[in-house]
């Protein structure tokens, strides 16, 4: 239940966002609050995180699976939402393998 609650707080799309104005709610607002300046710079971390984890023990079937790798992506990007001062750094999808492994087998 935790990681749903975290995933829907951090995963956002900004497309499903009506809320707010278009000065604000737009891909070109500078604003801070705008979604899209903080989904951009989240696309950014997700593709970091991913290029590790695409390397993830390449000889393993499992870590080759779409799903598997989501569930590494989500959970390493929620973590470095939560953690701002650590963040993502590279290795961490190696020390989480394992884990996922374990619960996946």
């Known amino acids: 239940q935790r990681y749903s609650e975290l995933k829907s707080h951090y995963v956002v799309d900004p497309h499903q966002t009506e809320d707010m ?21 989240d696309n950014e971390l997700r593709k970091v995180i991913m290029q590790d984890i695409k390397r993830t023990y390449p ?6 699976q779409i799903e598997i790798r989501d569930i590494m992506l ?8 939560e953690q701002p001062d650590i ?8 020390l989480l393998a394992p884990i996922v492994y374990v619960f996946y087998n």
């Open 21 to 41: 104005s278009l000065t604000v709610n737009n891909p070109l607002s500078q604003e801070e609050k705008s979604p899209w300046a903080q989904f951009f710079q």
């Open 59 to 64: 000889g393993e079937l499992m870590f080759e």
């Open 74 to 81: 989500n959970i390493l990007f929620i973590y470095a939402r």
């Open 87 to 94: 963040s993502y750094k590279q290795g961490m999808h190696e």
